[in-house]
């Protein structure tokens, strides 16, 4: 079952109700999210342009994917994006 739905320039994530999220579309865009690990017990989808940020699990983590120059790539201050 699907609870949510979201869309960046080129792609689009789903989050189910399992928690999971579903993403497809162009891999730049955010469509390929095979790669994030920490998907899991997702609360909450946010979008840009060509990349996508999620509310993960107990801690409140943010996990980001898709084009770094929108976003994507949030390893410089992964260590800020807890309990938001």
């Not at 080129?10 to 109700?17: R, S």
């Not at 469509?31 to 509310?55: H, P």
């Not at 993960?56 to 201050?77: I, K, L, N, Y």
Request: charged share 15%; hydrophobic share 40%.
């Amino acid at each position: 079952e699907v609870c949510q739905v979201k869309a960046s320039g080129g792609a689009f994530a789903a989050i189910l109700k399992n928690g999971s999220v579903v993403t497809w579309g162009h891999p730049k865009y955010g469509g390929d999210s095979d790669i994030v690990e920490q998907l899991r017990n997702v609360q909450q989808l946010c979008t840009s342009r060509a990349a996508f940020a999620a509310v993960c699990g107990e801690t409140s983590s943010v996990v980001t994917w898709g084009d770094a120059r929108f976003g994507g790539d949030s390893s410089m201050v992964q260590h800020q994006l807890r309990n938001v």
